[in-house]
C-alpha cells in the first residue's frame, strides 16, 4: 500500500472513517447487546464497548498526529477477498460441516491472503488459531459449536 501526507484535512484521512466505522458499529453493536439479559449482556457489550472505545481513539490519534493517510486500493481487494471467505465459511457452518474443519479453511485461507508463507506455516498457524478458538468457546466458555454431519472427518 502507498501512504502519504494529505494535506486536506481530517476529514480526507483514511485512519478517521475507519475510527468513525469502529465507533459506529460499536455503539449500534453496544446498543443492541443493552438489551439482552443480564446473564447473556455482559461479553458482546464489552467487546462492542472496548470497539467503539478503540474508534474514538483511532479518531484522537488521527487529531494528535500527522501520520500519512493510507489509499484504500490493495485494501478494498484484501477485504472484498476476506469477506469472500467469511461467506463461505458461514455457508460451510449452515450446510452442517462441523466448526473445525471450515474453521481451519477460513483461517488458512486469511493467512495466506494477508502474505503469510510458506504454506506450512500458514496451516501451522491456521491449526493453532482453531485449536485455541475450540478451546476458549467449548471449555472456558461452554459454547456448543456446530457439530458436524460427518464426526469423523472433524
Known sequence: MSSQADPRGLFTHSDFW???????FGGA????????????RSYPLALSLLLAAMGVLLILKTLLTQTPSVHFG????VAALCALVLVLWIAALGFGL???GPTLVMQFAFLWICGLRPAGKAVL??????????????????????ES???WLL
Open 98 to 100: 462441523g466448526f473445525i
Open 74 to 77: 490493495l485494501a478494498t481487494r
Open 29 to 40: 453493536a453496544a446498543a443492541m447487546a443493552w438489551s439482552f439479559d443480564a446473564m447473556s
Open 18 to 24: 475507519i475510527g468513525l466505522s469502529l465507533t459506529v
Open 125 to 146: 498457524f491456521s491449526v493453532l488459531i482453531t485449536a485455541a478458538g475450540y478451546f476458549i468457546f467449548v471449555f472456558l466458555l461452554s459454547v456448543r459449536l456446530p
Open 149 to 151: 454431519i460427518a464426526p
